[in-house]
């Protein structure tokens, strides 16, 4: 079975966020960079998938070198390929955009049975690349994955829960499917060290625009049909105020500001 990941790199929501307000961009150079948490999950079933069902794992990322870094780590947990798509022509790409760069990617790869990616990114948030890269591929959209039942890669099919609201949905679609899986669907492991060193010496190969065959007009700031026109960073929070006395006085207190508030009558 061949099978693909997508794994993106994020600041660390642990280091303080940086905005370049008058970009609507983060200024990822400025943070340190990690996987992103939901892609730790995508990697892990990967993994999980291979040991059940035998093939390769091929982890790809769209992002600047620093990207190595998640590749790399995708290594060191024994995924058997990785490929960076970088081009100075996908910079300020939206995420139709992105998408349109990684589904080339899966195409140049070949053969690809399941494509798994997290449920949405810490960063970016929204929560489409996915579905993207599948509408691109005219593949079916697997999103808000906790299970993969099954995958039969002889017969083109995958049986997967999905979590909705109060329950599971099973469905059944055909291969190849990009599954978007969420927290908790697995446990991911940690590489060992011996992993780690190997991953640390290992190349990493480059994809850009004319190796994919993008249409560099489609890609990119330029060639992106959504912009962020403006970011806000909400105020910092006022100092809080402890509030001394009787309990009854204080329960009081707290009553006249509520109501004050209109948060009660
Ligand atoms: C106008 C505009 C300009 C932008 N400019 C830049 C820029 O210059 N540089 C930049 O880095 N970002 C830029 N971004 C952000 C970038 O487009 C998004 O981060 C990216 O499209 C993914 O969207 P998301 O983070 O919301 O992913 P989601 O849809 O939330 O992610 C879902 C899953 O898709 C996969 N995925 C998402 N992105 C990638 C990726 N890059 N590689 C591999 N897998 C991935 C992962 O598995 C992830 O868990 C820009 C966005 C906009 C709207």
Redesign the pocket.
Known sequence: MKIA??????PDTESEIKWDTPK???K?SDMSPVT?A??EF?IEEALLTREKYDGTIVA?????EK?NDVLRNALALTVNEVHR?TDDA??????????S??AAALKKIGDVDVV??????????????????AAILSWSPLTNVSKVRQIDAANKKIVVERAIEGGIEVIEAKLPAVV?VIKGINEPRLPNLMGIRKAAKAEIPQWNADDLGIDKGKV??AG?S???VEIAVPPPRGAGEILKGEIEDIANIVTDRLIDMKVIK
């Open positions: 990941v997508c794994i993106k790199q994020v609507g961009t983060l990822r992103n939901f892609d995508a790809i990322t769209m992002g600047p990207a798509c996908f910079a300020g790409s939206d995420t139709y955009a992105t998408a760069v990684l798994f990616c997290g449920k949405q990114s810490t960063d970016g948030n929204t929560g489409v690349v996915g579905a993207e890269v978007s990119g700031a992106s959504t912009k962020v």
